[in-house]
């Protein structure tokens, strides 16, 4: 077995096994796996298929999972698009704030009352994130009104 392998093996061992982070038997369940299958993964009697990855962040919500890899590969979740002819500077400059708003809606989203992670903040935490994305929302709109005024 490769030696990238290997270390994933080794992290879902000392995950599931050493520090008995998350139970086995029901994250097989939640990943759709026979329980000795996912056993077999983690003490490498068999080769873990790379397509678990997404079903172990969905069954336990940890990011680490997902980290392995990114950190292992030095590479983005998603691949950023480059300058080109149809998407110039100016375009791939405009991305970032767009993106950087969708991100702010998803973390509002979040805040809300009504969401499970909403309800384990604080009234003091909640007010600081809001104003926090407020400021970011400013600041972001004027370098979007910046780069779109024409110069005189």
Do not use: W
């Not at 997902?66 to 110039?88: A, Y």
């Not at 405009?94 to 604080?122: F, H, Q, Y």
């Amino acid at each position: 077995m490769p030696i990238k392998h290997t270390a994933f093996q080794f992290f879902l061992y000392k995950t599931f096994v050493l520090d008995k982070k998350y139970d086995v038997r029901e994250t097989a369940q939640k990943i759709g796996e026979s329980a000795s299958t996912f056993y077999n993964y983690i003490d490498a009697v068999s080769y873990c298929p790379p397509d678990i990855i997404p079903r172990l962040y969905n069954a336990t919500g940890d990011i680490d999972f997902l980290d392995f890899f990114v950190k292992d590969t030095d590479m983005m979740l998603s691949p950023r698009q480059g300058v080109s002819e149809v998407h110039d500077v100016i375009d791939e400059l405009l991305d970032v704030p767009e993106a950087v708003g969708r991100l702010i809606t998803v973390v509002r989203g979040s805040l809300s009352p009504d969401s499970p992670s909403g309800r384990k903040m604080s009234p003091a935490e909640k007010r600081d994130n809001v104003n926090a994305i407020d400021e970011a929302i400013f600041q972001l709109e004027e370098l979007k009104a910046s780069i779109l005024r024409p110069k005189s």
